[in-house]
């Protein structure tokens, strides 16, 4: 496209202020290569399973974004999957049994790797006059990928509540509980803008100012870090500012709230909150006070503190009758910190921390055992 305009009067004007002249161009907002990325992904990529990586708590990634796997190509049962999804292909989620059988057996079928949300798959076949056809189908998620994470708990619910699980699984659920996996979110995040008052801002700002600062659940104050306090609506309704009915909560807190999937909190904001709160309980509760709470008070305690990504392995822990863990525990040489662990057993020495890196190198150096969440649960509870 050509435009013919005259500038003439913006020059003059420019060289009355003798303002020298800059080269520009119109062009259209481009996408970083990790947006591109993400569109493409939110549609599906057919890949083949040696592309897929594993990341230490035995998720599967692809160019380090979560991702879940699906075999497309329903071949001559596409009709009948179509009819009743139970028969469609389960979708997977982690480094499950069958994949590995899959990989070891070198079958070579085609996956296709998503992010998107929707829990609607893109599946083809061939229908029983041999027509190619295509569908859109809810298929089931894998029961030996939810094994694996023992996610909700999985491996120790009945078949009844196993059954609850796979049928109200919700994909948008599952990333947010593992989002401190990584650094780039799936897709364009969905916000609670909606239905907002005009003056909500400032509403929220004064009423976590009158909390001075402090997140209302946790305790912790995020004086230093204001955007991790969030205003919750406790009746859920988004315009019913009344006192009563909001509440200050940090980030972490806030994510973990019923219905509330749709905050994605990174890895570092929920280690500097388990920092946070290891301080504040260090300097609120006493050695002799904490005997006195009740057991199953503190495994408590331990879910709803940690970050969502290790509850599979909590609830293992809890259940095989582990002694409870420390949660988000700065790991000290001297007086600095060089290391945070998810959990922590100190006087035993035994670590979970998220990602293995060089500071548990130096850890395991220092005396302690470290472990993945992922080798945690294999080397504990296979
Ligand atoms: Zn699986
Ligand atoms: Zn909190
Ligand atoms: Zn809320």
Redo the contacts with the bound molecule.
């Keep these: 496209m050509h435009f013919d305009v005259d500038f003439s009067e913006l020059k003059n004007l420019a060289d009355k202020i003798s303002a020298s002249e800059s080269k520009w161009t119109l062009r259209q907002k481009e996408l970083s290569p990790v947006e591109r990325f993400k569109i493409e992904l939110a549609e599906g990529i057919e890949l083949n399973l040696s592309d897929v990586a594993v990341n230490d708590s035995g998720l599967l990634t692809f160019k380090d974004l979560q991702v879940i796997l699906y075999i497309p190509d329903h071949g001559v049962s596409l009709e009948k999957a179509l009819k009743v999804p139970k028969f469609g292909k389960k979708f997977h989620i982690a480094d499950c049994k069958t994949l590995r059988e899959m990989r070891l057996k070198r079958r070579y079928e085609r996956y296709v790797a998503t992010n998107d949300m929707t829990g609607n798959f893109k599946i083809y076949g061939t229908d029983d006059f041999g027509q190619k056809k295509e569908g859109i189908l809810r298929l089931k998620v894998c029961q030996n990928c939810l094994e694996s994470l023992n996610y909700k708990n999985f491996r120790n619910l009945q078949y009844i509540q196993k059954k609850r699980v796979v049928d109200g699984f919700d994909i948008h659920e599952f990333f947010s509980k593992y989002s401190s996996y990584f650094e780039y979110l799936p897709q364009k995040q969905e916000t609670?803008s909606f239905g907002y008052d005009d003056k909500w801002d400032q509403i929220s700002y004064d009423y976590r100012q009158s909390k001075n600062w402090e997140c209302e659940k946790c305790g912790i104050s995020l004086k230093d870090n204001k955007q991790l306090l969030?205003?919750?609506?406790?009746n859920?309704v988004k315009h019913d500012n009344a006192k009563e009915n909001l509440?200050a909560?940090c980030i972490d807190c806030?994510s973990k709230?019923p219905?509330?999937n749709y905050?994605f909190v990174l890895r570092k904001y929920r280690q500097l909150i388990a920092s946070l709160r290891s301080k504040l309980k260090k300097s609120r509760i006493r050695e002799q006070d904490k005997r006195l709470l009740n057991e199953s008070f503190q495994w408590n305690d331990v879910v709803d503190m940690a970050d969502p990504a290790v509850c599979g392995l909590i609830e293992m822990c809890r259940f095989h009758k582990h002694p409870v863990p420390e949660v988000g525990v700065d790991i000290f040489h001297g007086n600095s910190v060089y290391a945070q662990a998810e959990l922590a057993w100190p006087d035993k020495k035994i670590a979970v921390v998220l990602l293995k890196d060089n500071h548990s190198d130096l850890m395991v150096k220092r005396g302690w055992k470290v472990y993945s969440v992922k080798e945690a649960m294999e080397y504990w509870f296979a």
């Design positions: 609670e969030h205003t919750h609506h406790i859920g509440k909560l806030h709230e219905g509330h905050i």
